[in-house]
């Protein structure tokens, strides 16, 4: 008889984003005619770079010709897309991270997850409530936690709830745990942690040998010169952190898919038996294994990320949504409605009006005003009574949308 991974059935609802697709393909075939605007998911809109795309259209022509066809790749990403990272990325910042220690892959999404891979099943856990839902629902899929309560949290992790009392930024744990996944720009709730407050973290990690899980997807947001972009430039971190970063957002490759990971290669955990196992040849053999590398094009497109012309492009992209993300903060708290985030981030965290639930505004925004955001219970329990509208859509989405739910909820 076949058996199954059973810890899938611990997942008691959809994941959360193909759940608002469920709601919003029922209301849209239930509405032909209404014209619905997806503030909901992450996704961008506007077209690469042309320094990106000029460079895929060159690797394209190389794949054509003999001598410079390209099979395999290095699991690890291409040399010389990885020293361009290395360089621009963290050692500007004085990061202290090598070419050798970047990871190329096909998205952190997947990385945040396939991480696991190389970790322990005994490991304590701590995530941020709200949280993305994929730190917890990959941990459940691989039997790392037991059953859901009620709320839909789940045994055997340490929550921390962040709300605004607390800036949005989660207080240390007064336990030790293992493993801390950690989010700045925060998603959902578009908060940024300043270097004393990481430093807390790094701190924590160091003196109770934990591994701090570093999502950095939005690092390219934040405009304020004082906010961090890397966990690396905090002391201490090379010995104690993984991160996680993408071209998805920055560069608009959510659909061309490019990401990257770093494992410092001073970054050792004990096995069993005491001896310290270095993470970098654990990932690595992971990765040698499991995964054959992102596509010369792509990687191509990527390094071009780097170039004089994707820099100005790239800002040009960052500087759009920004602005997107200001309209929204403006209009809707001139609305009346208490909002968060939005300004060294691409994400408004937007407190319910009184007497909604999170699902119950989506619901009222979809059907009211054809707009389509992020329930916050979708994130956790402590997610509840807030809401998350994306930026990434086009101007003249955005500020129709705005004048849709102001219009049309009367707030």
């Known amino acids: 008889m076949v058996t ?38 992450g996704d961008v809109t506007e077209p690469l770079p042309q320094a990106c795309r000029d460079a895929m259209a ?3 022509q190389d794949m054509g010709d003999r001598s410079s066809f390209k099979g395999y790749g290095p699991e690890q990403g291409y040399l010389w897309l990885r020293e361009k990272i290395a360089e621009h990325d963290f050692n500007a910042r004085n990061c202290g991270i090598d070419a050798s220690e970047i990871f190329v892959s096909d998205g952190s999404k997947c990385d945040c997850g396939n991480i696991l891979d190389i970790l ?3 490991n304590t856990i701590a995530v941020t409530d709200p949280v993305y839902p994929v730190y917890v629902d990959t941990n459940v899929m691989a039997g790392h936690t037991g059953e859901a309560d009620e709320n839909g949290k789940y045994e055997g992790l340490t929550y921390l709830p962040i709300s605004a009392d607390n800036d949005f930024t989660a207080a240390i744990p007064s336990g030790k745990v293992d493993l801390i996944y950690l989010c700045f720009p925060n998603n959902p709730t578009g908060a940024v942690a300043t270097k004393a407050h990481l430093q807390t973290w790094v701190d924590y990690a160091k003196a109770n040998g934990s591994l701090i899980l570093f999502d950095a997807a939005y690092e390219a947001f934040i405009t304020d010169p004082e906010i961090p972009h890397s966990i690396y430039e905090i002391e201490g971190a090379r010995d104690c952190a993984i991160e996680f970063r993408s071209f998805s957002k920055n560069a608009g490759f959510t659909g061309t898919r490019c990401a990257l990971t770093v494992v410092p290669k001073s970054l050792t955990v004990k096995a069993s038996t005491g001896e310290d196992v270095q993470l970098w040849k654990l990932w690595n053999r992971r990765q040698c294994t499991k995964f054959n590398g992102v596509s010369y094009i792509v990687q191509r497109g990527a390094e071009a990320v780097y170039s004089a012309e994707g820099q100005a492009q790239i800002k040009a992209l960052i500087s759009f949504y920004l602005e997107n993300a200001q309209i929204i903060r403006d209009r809707l708290s001139a609305a009346g409605l208490k909002v968060y985030g939005g300004i060294n981030a691409p994400y408004v965290w937007v407190q319910t009006p009184a007497g909604l639930s999170s699902w119950d505004f989506f619901d009222k925004l979809l059907e009211s005003a054809n707009v389509v955001g992020t329930p916050g219970s979708g994130f956790g329990a402590a997610g509840e009574g807030y809401f998350r509208i994306s930026a990434f859509n086009s101007r003249e989405n955005v500020e129709e949308a705005m004048n849709r739910i102001t219009a049309n909820l009367k707030l």
Do not use: C, H, S, W
């Open 58 to 60: 060159q690797a394209i």
């Open 4 to 41: 199954i991974n059973e810890n899938y059935l611990k997942l008691k609802a959809g994941y959360l984003f193909p759940e608002i697709a469920r709601r919003v393909n029922a209301f849209a075939e239930a509405n032909p005619n209404a014209a619905i605007i997806k503030l909901g998911i």
């Open 120 to 122: 322990g099943k005994d």
